[in-house]
């Protein structure tokens, strides 16, 4: 995340896991963000994370399933699964 300057962000089941800390979320009941480029990584798309991201200048979305919500509100989408595209992405900022 260091290397390309980027921060977390995660949807509510994250949180509710206990995964990852409340001030991470983002979304209705969470944070709303407004960031140059949003990278959205198996999120599904529901209103309730959309409404705390909708301000972002671009999104890029990556999601298996290609009906997923969150293709309608990217810029660009890769039909595929997070964990090979996170391979190629820390493969090119090495
Ligand atoms: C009152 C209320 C308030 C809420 N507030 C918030 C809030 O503030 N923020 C928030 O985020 N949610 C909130 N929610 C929850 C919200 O409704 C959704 O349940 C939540 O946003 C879904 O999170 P998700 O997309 O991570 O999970 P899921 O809906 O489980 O979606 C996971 C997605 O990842 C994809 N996926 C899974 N594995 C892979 C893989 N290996 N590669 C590629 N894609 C994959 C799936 O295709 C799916 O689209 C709230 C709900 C309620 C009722």
Same mark, same amino acid.
């Given at each position: 995340?260091?290397?390309?300057?980027?921060?977390?962000?995660?949807?509510?089941? @994250?949180?509710? /896991?206990?995964? %990852?800390?409340?001030?991470? !979320?983002?979304?209705?009941?969470?944070?709303?963000? #407004?960031?140059? @480029?949003?990278? /959205?990584?198996? %999120?599904?798309?529901?209103? !309730?994370?959309?409404?705390?991201?909708?301000?972002? #200048?671009?999104?890029?979305?990556?999601?298996?399933?290609?009906?997923?919500?969150?293709?309608?509100?990217?810029?660009?989408?890769?039909?595929?699964?997070?964990?090979?595209?996170?391979?190629?992405?820390?493969?090119?900022?090495?």
């Amino acid at each position: 995340m260091k290397k390309i300057g980027a921060v977390v962000g995660a949807t509510r089941p @994250l949180v509710d /896991a206990e995964i %990852i800390d409340l001030r991470y !979320q983002v979304g209705q009941t969470g944070r709303t963000i #407004s960031p140059k @480029l949003y990278i /959205a990584l198996g %999120i599904s798309g529901a209103p !309730q994370h959309i409404c705390g991201m909708i301000k972002s #200048s671009k999104v890029i979305a990556v999601n298996k399933d290609k009906d997923a919500e969150i293709f309608n509100y990217s810029d660009i989408g890769f039909v595929a699964d997070v964990f090979d595209v996170l391979k190629c992405i820390n493969k090119c900022i090495k």
